[in-house]
């Protein structure tokens, strides 16, 4: 047999580099190394997805709706977000307390924001946002060395929970962060994509969720709003 075309993935150049890895685990685990990373903005790596230079997109949100190809985005994780910081940063009486006081490291990621401008509008508060950073990796940083409280899913810093470095405040934020992986539908997919994808729920365009069928691709067509 011919030698096998890699797999290739691209990711949101604002997504957790953990996560990533947690999504390339069964992969490491089986010593594959046939496997090109990518990086950039949605609009690019969509673009690289219906030009089929691409195999699959991570994301953290379903994509819009295109005229010309019709993207299926599978929900394979879904992490509640949080308050974390160092030890003398998450000390506080309340919610309200802690975002009003504290200096604030607040990503870019709209899916994330949104919830978060909706949480502060229900308590009436208006938080010191400090940093506003669109690299998950900086956030860590930042939150590590002191200079705020991140609001970020535990898989942004597992390392530094892990390692004590970072602590967790101890209230709930009642915000989701939902991660995708984004395919169009292909008579021959990657025969790897099945090994990093459990078929659970697909989202077809930027339409409803609905139960996946695995050996019954949908066929819907593109939205035309």
Known sequence: GGTRAPLRIGALSTLSRNFQMRFLEPLLQSGCSDVILKSGSEAVLMEALTDLTLDVVLSTEPPRGSSRTVFVAQKIAEQPVGLYGTSSRVQADSLMALLS???????????????????????????????????????????RAGAGLAIVPSVVVQDELAAGLLMPAPFSLDIMESFYAVTIHRSFPHPLLARLMAPETEIVAHGLAEPRQASQPDQTAPRRD
């Open 101 to 143: 006081e504290q200096p604030l490291i607040l990503p870019t990621e709209s899916a994330l924001r949104t919830g978060f401008e909706g949480l502060v509008a229900r308590l009436g508060i208006t938080p010191r946002v400090a940093f506003d950073v669109d690299d998950m990796a900086m956030v860590r940083l930042l939150a």
